[in-house]
């Protein structure tokens, strides 16, 4: 007969098996065989708050910065035989560093390659800039570099029209402009006249 609980379905719910874990944990031990009864109820509501934690807390990719830096203190690398050790200039890897510029494709590769950083298990926070001005009666919006335009009545309209403009060229295109890819967030600029 299938297990009734497949799925936790809301917040109660989660709570209340959070609860019962903490619960549980003081009964079992690591010698606790494995046919004790609250040694398997402990597993299969824990692997059911686990799968509830992973849909709705998910934890996300670490940054490309906070990679460098655990690979540094692993590898015994200071601050100041960073640069040497993947050639890039001093004041390129501060900036990167201190989250003030994003690395190039280039640099990214780089950094890659002398650090084995996988490119796949991080994100960069990459910002697009999206310049946002206002006409006369309404507000256009573009990105430059990117073949990208749209209008709105107000900032939020612009904000939902230029993520749909942009998931619209991303879907067209197989080998999109450079600042389109990758991971990257949104910063609106608005621009007076």
């Known amino acids: 007969m299938p297990n009734p609980i497949v799925k936790i379905e809301s917040e109660i719910e989660y709570k209340a098996i959070c609860q019962r874990i903490e619960e549980l944990l003081p009964m079992t031990e690591n010698d606790t065989p494995v046919t004790d009864c609250r040694f398997i109820e402990l597993k299969l509501i824990s692997d059911l708050a686990a799968d509830y934690d992973e849909e709705h807390y998910p934890m996300g990719k670490p940054s490309l910065v906070g990679l ?11 601050k100041d035989q960073l640069p040497v050790l993947i050639g890039i ?8 560093m201190q989250n003030k510029d994003n690395p190039t494709t280039h640099e990214i590769a780089l950094i890659g390659k002398k650090l084995t950083i996988d490119p796949n298990n991080y994100t960069t926070n990459r910002t697009v800039e999206v310049i946002v001005e206002q006409s006369d009666d309404n507000l256009s919006a573009y990105i430059e570099g990117a073949p990208i335009i749209t209008v709105g009545d107000d900032m939020k309209e612009i904000e939902l029209n230029m993520k749909e403009a942009i998931e619209l060229y991303l879907e067209d295109n197989t080998n999109p402009v450079e600042i389109l890819t990758g991971d990257f967030e949104l910063r609106f600029k608005l621009i007076h006249p």
């Open 89 to 96: 200039d001093t004041l390129r890897i501060d900036a990167i």
């Open 68 to 78: 460098i830096e655990l690979r540094m203190y692993e590898m015994e690398i200071t």
